[in-house]
Structure formats: C-alpha cells, structure tokens
C-alpha cells in the first residue's frame, strides 16, 4: 500500500473498523479505480466503507507535538 500515490495517511484505529486511510484523488473515477486495484491485490481488505469530504471548515497545516509537552496553561 506504500505504493498507492493517493493513498496520503494511513491509521491504525480502535472500534468497528482497522483502518482509516486518506487518499487525495482528482474524481470520484480516480478513486474507483484506487480502490479497485487494492481489492484486486487481495491483501486482506474485506470491506470498506467511503466518506466524501465536502468541505474543511477547519484545516491546521499542521501540528507540533512539542506544544503537548509544554508545562503552560491548558487551553481550548
């Protein structure tokens, strides 16, 4: 899976499912075909559910995990 160009996070999670993945795709086509070529692998992958987002309301370029470990006021 390394491999897969769109394939931009993968998670191990806790619950109902394995993982979670993100992939950066142009269309709802590119992203047919991603997942069809990963089933096509038979690397394990059962099921899968989708989610489409439709709008990032809030997007943090990103996160410094030095800030977790500072001794200063906890803040919302």
């Known amino acids: ?5 769109s394939l931009v996070e993968a ?10 993945l993100k992939f ?6 590119h992203y047919h075909e991603t997942i069809e070529a990963l089933l096509d692998q038979n690397i394990g992958i ?3 559910f989708s ?16 800030s977790l470990t500072r001794n200063t006021e906890r803040s919302l």
């Open 24 to 29: 950066m795709v142009r269309n709802i086509d």
């Open 1 to 5: 899976m390394q491999k897969v160009e």
């Open 46 to 48: 059962e099921k899968y």
């Open 11 to 20: 998670h191990l999670i806790s619950g109902g499912y394995d993982y979670l």
């Open 51 to 66: 989610y489409i987002v439709i709008k990032s309301p809030i997007l943090k370029p990103a996160f410094l995990i030095e």
